[in-house]
């Protein structure tokens, strides 16, 4: 079975600095998906980034980049320049190509933003 | 684009009654749906998947006779609990594949909060 694991159930960051929340998983198949999800106080899930297994490029978008280890096994968000409304409750998830496309996710970190 | 809605947002309910949630798909049809629920300060959990047209795959442990789900068509699916008790009292988040476009991604909806009084 697959298992995704978020090893840091809190993290801290100052305003305008990075932060990087980690996300290992545990899989046998070679093609999948990765996801990070951001979970704010309103409770919508919201996609941050998605990464595809078959490439080695490394996702971004905009303040948001992923490195992406597979022979690792993991798959790490970098948020730069952090705002006040990145605060919230981030979430890993896993899925593999087809298989019903059911999600897999971690037990999520809760980001704070401080002044 | 990809907006899914979720109707109620919240509910309160007296034990033993039974309570719909439905899930929208606004802007896009959708062939599968997902039906998660989540603890306070938990991970969302799979319940089942849901195919228009077809019956709905359960995870382990979910009870479909207690969780009962209808997908009548490409924009909507929708969630009865029955006899519902206290300990049904959680968050209930959907989230829908689309048929075309953007198939690898999972769209969640806003979640409707039960409370089973």
């Known amino acids: 079975a697959q298992t995704v694991t978020q090893s840091q159930p809190e993290m801290s960051v100052q305003e305008a600095e990075t932060v990087t929340l980690s996300c290992t998983y545990d899989?046998?198949?070679?093609?999948?998906?990765l996801f990070w999800y951001k979970q704010p106080p309103s409770r919508q899930m919201i996609l941050v980034i998605r990464q595809e297994a078959y490439k080695q490029q490394n996702a971004t978008e905009n303040r948001f980049s992923v490195n992406f280890q597979k022979a690792a096994k993991s798959f790490s968000l970098k948020i730069s320049d952090s705002q006040l409304g990145d605060a919230a409750m981030y979430f890993c998830?896993?899925?593999?190509?087809?298989?019903?496309?059911?999600?897999?996710f971690g037990t999520g970190t809760q980001l704070k933003v401080e002044l | 684009g990809a907006v899914v809605s979720q109707h109620p947002s919240r509910v309160i309910c007296k034990s033993g009654t039974s309570v719909k949630i439905e899930c929208r798909s606004l802007d896009f049809q959708a062939t599968t749906m997902f039906w998660y629920r989540q603890f306070p300060k938990q991970s969302l959990m799979l319940m089942a998947t849901?195919?228009?047209?077809?019956?709905?795959?359960?995870e382990q442990g979910v009870e479909k006779d207690k969780f009962l789900i209808n997908h009548a068509s490409l924009t909507l699916s929708t969630l009865t609990v029955t006899s519902a008790h206290p300990e049904d009292s959680s968050f209930y988040i959907c989230?829908?594949?689309?048929?075309?476009?953007?198939?690898?991604?999972?769209?969640f909806g806003p979640g409707t909060r039960l409370l089973v009084l």
């Open positions: 998830a896993y899925r593999i190509t087809g298989g019903g496309n059911k999600l897999t």
């Open positions: 849901s195919n228009e047209g077809s019956k709905a795959t359960y």
């Open positions: 899989t046998s198949e070679s093609d999948y998906y």
């Open positions: 989230s829908a594949r689309p048929l075309a476009g953007n198939q690898e991604t999972q769209y």
